[in-house]
């Protein structure tokens, strides 16, 4: 689990495809003072699984699924990634609940100054905006972020300078493809909503009539 709270931008050294698959090396210093392999290390909000590490690397595996559902696929060596350790269980949850489990991509349509923080509008799939909601939380390339507004072919989010700096979005532009993972607790909810409707008798119509 992670919070959505990047700790560090890391710099992808190397990255060496084996067919549909890859392994990447990457760059990092706050993340590696306490690394072992098997950890799980967030890259551009995708969680990854630490097979190797040396004093100024780590190394990943990425399997096809990976590699064919997310932006990982437009990295090159030198790219920047926003990077975030699993949440300790003694820290304090400063983002929203985030898996490192990608929904799907997105992409920047524009951006936009708004006094000292920055407007960015990403297109996204339907599938993927039906769990966007305004004031609602999503994940971009592993940020946390508040949504500040959404359309039927976009959404927007607002950001402040301190985000900015300590993240990769101040070097995104229109165009760019981002990796965007949707606030959990709308999925389940929906999941359990059709799967009492057919074994309980509750529908949307029983608990909008009820006040739900």
């Known amino acids: 689990m992670f919070t ?12 060496r495809r084996a067919g ?22 967030a890259v551009n909000g995708i969680c990854l699984t630490v097979v190797s590490f040396t004093s100024d690397t780590f190394t990943a595996d990425v399997m096809h699924e990976t590699m064919d559902r997310t932006a990982l696929k437009h990295l090159q060596n030198k ?24 929904d799907g991509t997105g992409i920047i349509t524009s951006t936009k100054k708004d006094s000292n923080a920055v407007w960015y509008t990403i297109s996204a799939d339907k599938q993927l905006l039906r769990y966007i909601i305004e004031k609602g939380s999503i994940a971009i390339d592993g940020i946390s972020l508040t949504v500040a507004a959404v359309t ?55 608990l909008a009539r009820f006040g739900y």
């Not at 959505?4 to 990255?15: N, W």
């Not at 304090?92 to 609940?97: A, L, T, V």
């Not at 989010?157 to 990796?179: C, F, M, Q, R, Y």
């Open 20 to 41: 549909p698959s890859a392994v990447l090396t990457i760059e990092a210093k706050k993340i590696l003072k306490d690394i072992h392999p098997g950890d799980s290390i």
């Open 79 to 102: 790219s920047p990634v926003n990077l975030e350790r699993a949440m300790a269980s003694d820290g304090r949850f400063g983002g929203h609940i985030v898996s490192g489990h990608i």
């Open 4 to 15: 959505g709270i990047i700790e560090e931008i890391g710099t992808l050294r190397s990255i």
């Open 152 to 206: 039927d072919r976009d959404f927007s989010v607002s950001v402040i300078p301190h985000t900015a700096k300590e993240t990769t979005l101040s070097l995104k532009h229109p165009g760019d493809t981002v990796n965007l993972e949707n606030d959990c607790i709308g999925k389940y909810i929906e999941k359990l909503m059709n799967i009492s409707s057919h074994s309980s008798g509750i529908t949307k119509d029983f």
